[in-house]
């Protein structure tokens, strides 16, 4: 693979951007970006046209990012110009970018999701503003390096055949795994993952089979759930479809046992579902449950059962840098598989001229493993 260098890049190139929050995504032509100390450029080889980015650059409520900003955060690249500080994100490396960036002398305060939203500080907003206003929705991007992953190319796209496309669900899956890791999920336990069949909710029922558990998968759409369950070696997940009866539903989940731990990744159209009820309660005691919808409003928890079962509840936003190594390593191993062997279909590829229709193809797949990407 040759490595492009900094004196090669070419001076334009084609993103998607918006003007002012709340003007229309359009294709526009801006410089290439050079590398800074702290970070490098990375040619976007594929990069996920996800159906919310339509609707959080028209205003989406709790969303909020500066003038002239670019979308997109989950991406695949090559570097090919690194700032004088970098040592293993050399050009020619094949990258996982992810978007969770943290300010590096204030990471527990000022956070932002880079392409997606800058929070609701206006410390994280001028944090944006002033760095990481262009997301990954172009054809090159300058990315902080402790948000660039180096793949084993070789091993991914060699020899287990992976395309770039496929690996766009190496982010989807690291949110799952920080909730999983957060609640210290071990192999061979037995975890219930609710709902299931979303594109996050599905990936954590990837990554909580790779870990070594049992899944036990919870939804309202038994199809759905079913299907979920055949990408994997029979038994590993069980469909549990919820009837709206909490103590029946509880039943259903205890079936094959002792549940050990919960993570919720419900939309926040849910949160009212009984599924929450259930899932507390089919946990044993000392169990665990990790919560992770982005909800704008308090949700009621059954307090008498965290009481008497003394059960552990942790709230979790993204995940750690050891999650994102430990996930692609357990991708190189092959131990997450990813692809259409995992059930991971890509749906749509696209140019960022034909956005509108990328978007439209997302919008129409909101299930686990259909990935629609732009490959500029
Ligand atoms: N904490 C974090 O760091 C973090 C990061 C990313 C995302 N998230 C959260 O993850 C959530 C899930 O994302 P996703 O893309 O997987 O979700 P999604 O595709 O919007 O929905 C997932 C599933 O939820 C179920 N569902 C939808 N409406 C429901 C309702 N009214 N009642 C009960 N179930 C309902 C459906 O499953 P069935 O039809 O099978 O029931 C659907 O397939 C996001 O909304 C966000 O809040 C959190």
């Given at each position: 693979m040759s490595a492009p260098s900094e004196s090669t890049l070419p001076a334009t190139m084609k993103a998607l951007l918006?003007?002012?929050?709340?003007s229309p995504l359009a294709l526009a032509t801006l410089p290439v970006p050079l590398p800074t100390p702290g970070s490098c450029i990375v040619k976007i080889l594929a990069v996920q046209a996800d159906a919310q980015t339509p609707l959080i650059v028209s205003g989406l409520p709790g969303y909020s990012f500066p003038p002239n900003f670019i979308p997109g955060a989950h991406a695949i690249g090559r570097v090919v110009a690194s700032g004088p500080d970098a040592t293993v994100l050399q050009p020619g490396k094949l990258v996982m970018l992810e978007g969770f960036i943290r300010a590096r002398d204030d990471p527990d305060d000022v956070q932002i999701l880079w392409g997606i939203t800058a929070g609701l500080t206006p410390e994280s907003l001028g944090f944006m503003e002033g760095?990481?206003?262009?997301?990954?929705?172009?054809?090159?991007v300058r990315a902080p390096m402790e948000n660039c992953y180096v793949l084993d190319e070789g091993r991914l796209c060699g020899e287990l055949g992976y395309t770039y496309e496929d690996l766009l669900q190496l982010p989807m899956q690291l949110v799952a795994m920080g909730g999983l890791r957060a609640i210290g999920v071990k192999p061979g336990e037995r975890v219930i993952v609710a709902p299931a069949t979303g594109a996050f909710s599905g990936a954590a029922v990837q990554v909580a089979v790779a870990l070594g558990a049992e899944v036990v998968a919870v939804g309202r759409n038994r199809e759905g759930l079913e299907k979920v369950a055949g990408a994997?070696?029979?038994?590993?997940v069980k469909a549990v479809a919820v009837t709206g009866d909490v103590e029946k539903d509880t039943v259903g989940m205890k079936q094959w046992g002792k549940v050990d731990a919960y993570i919720d990744l419900s939309p926040p159209a849910a949160s009212e579902s009984t599924h929450l009820r259930s899932c507390f309660a089919a946990l044993r005691k000392y169990g665990r449950a990790c919560m992770m919808t982005i909800i704008g409003k308090d949700v009621a928890l059954p307090y008498p059962l965290l009481t008497w079962n003394s059960l552990t509840v942790k709230g979790q936003f993204m995940y750690e840098r050891e999650d994102a190594r430990l996930l692609i390593k357990m991708a190189e191993t092959g131990v997450l598989r990813l692809g259409k062997e995992a059930g991971?279909?890509?749906?749509g590829r696209f140019k960022f001229e034909q956005a509108d229709e990328a978007f439209a193809v997302a919008t129409k797949n909101p299930e686990m493993g259909k990935l629609v990407a732009f490959v500029p």
């Open positions: 918006v003007r002012s929050p709340g760095n990481w206003a262009k997301g990954c929705m172009a054809e090159y994997f070696p029979k038994g590993r991971i279909e890509v749906v």
